[in-house]
């Protein structure tokens, strides 16, 4: 399985993970020029922004450790102009991390970090 084939199952494992809690999807890989969202949900009344990290078997390191702050402000101008385009500025907004990873038995694991992030 190639980069983009392992991020593409890591965002479906994440997306299942969201909607088996109760989550409803409002979008998925949102595209802006400022950047792109992975995950766009909405939980209550909670707007949830997640950024999903792959990563194969054997990798090193956390894969939430690749949010860095420049990819932090990339998902908050994106997140914004996505709140404009659909009308949901005054929606609390939360940004969460998703680490997945595939399992020796077969399907992935997905370790949600909540409020992974705040706006400062």
Not at 80 to 86: A, C, D, M, P, V
Request: positive net charge; charged residues 30%; aromatic residues 6%.
């Amino acid at each position: 399985m190639n980069r983009a084939e392992t991020g593409q199952k890591g965002e479906a494992a994440a997306a299942k993970y969201y909607l088996d809690r109760g989550c409803r999807l409002l979008a998925h890989d949102y595209r802006t020029r400022m950047g792109e969202l992975d995950l766009v949900l909405e939980e209550g009344q909670t707007i949830v922004i997640c950024e999903v990290k792959t990563r194969s078997a054997g990798s090193w390191g956390r894969p939430a450790e690749a949010v860095d702050a420049a990819k932090r402000r990339r998902l908050i101008l994106a997140a914004e102009r996505f709140l404009q385009q659909t009308g949901n500025l005054e929606r609390t907004v939360r940004f969460d991390v998703a680490e997945v990873r595939p399992l020796e038995t077969g399907g992935w694991q997905v370790h949600c970090i909540q409020s992974a992030f705040a706006v400062s």
